[in-house]
């Protein structure tokens, strides 16, 4: 069984920086890890991936240069993965809902998703 959780999101000034944290409890390394937001009104949208075991990542345009997903090996155990958004320069267009999923595939291409967390809510304004 998989399971997702995010934490960290709040209320932030533009400018401002902040990260993320996705864990991800399941069986094996071999896994894909992506990060969506959702802002009101709009489709969701990928920010970007991360392949667990071969390391490799991808941003969506909009992400690029200024949100980076890292892994926080430190807290990796047997069943337990943690991934870091960080997102700098953030800017009002960038609330939304963040959300965390696990699933297989590659970073450009995801097969299906497993599992989703709940989400957690940012907030940029002056």
């Known amino acids: 069984q998989v399971q997702v959780e995010e934490s960290g999101g709040r209320s932030v000034r533009p400018g401002e920086s902040l990260s993320l944290t996705c864990t991800v409890s399941r069986d094996g390394r071999n896994f894909l890890l992506g990060w969506f937001r959702q802002a009101p009104g709009k489709e969701r949208e990928q920010v970007g991936a991360?392949?667990?075991?071969?390391?490799?990542?991808?941003?969506?345009?909009?992400a690029k240069g200024r949100f980076t997903i890292s892994k926080d090996s430190s807290k990796e155990s047997a069943r337990l993965y943690t991934a870091i958004l960080q997102m700098n320069d953030l800017q009002p267009e960038d609330t939304a809902k963040y959300t965390c999923a696990a699933g297989k595939g590659t970073v450009t291409r995801a097969l299906r998703w497993d599992a989703w967390g709940q989400g957690t809510q940012v907030t940029v304004s002056a």
């Open positions: 991360l392949h667990w075991s071969l390391g490799e990542r991808h941003y969506a345009d909009f």
